[in-house]
Nanobody
């Protein structure tokens, strides 16, 4: 059984930084493509970033490009999302997810397993 647990969210002022972590238990982490999504109140869940199983390729939503960085540590079975230059519009619940088949996917339906999310709030 694959389980994902996110952490690292919180309240930060605009322009600040946060690093989210997602620990994956169960399954073969080294074979999983990973993604981060977010959902703001009253809005649909949207893609943020993805990384391939090898860590060699990444993909970002235009809204976070050059501000956010996705990475992974196979030894810790963890994927990270470093968020710099945060803006109030980045406020959302952030979710990590596992994609066992496709790689660098922005469509949430392509992801099989999801965490419970961590809240990120950016004040103006």
């Amino acid at each position: 059984q694959v389980q994902l647990v996110e952490s690292g969210g919180g309240l930060v002022q605009a322009g600040g930084s946060l690093r989210l972590s997602c620990v994956v238990s169960g399954g073969i982490f080294s074979t999983y493509n990973m993604g981060w999504f977010r959902q703001a109140p009253g809005k649909e869940r949207e893609f943020v970033a993805a990384i391939t199983w090898s860590g060699g390729n990444t993909y970002y939503a235009d809204s976070v490009k050059r501000r956010f960085t996705i990475s992974r540590d196979p030894a810790k079975r963890t994927v990270y999302l470093q968020m710099n230059g945060l803006r109030p519009e980045d406020t959302a619940v952030y979710y990590c997810a596992v994609d066992t088949e496709y790689g660098l996917e922005s469509a949430s339906r392509k992801y099989e397993y999801w965490g419970q999310g961590t809240q990120v709030t950016v004040s103006a």
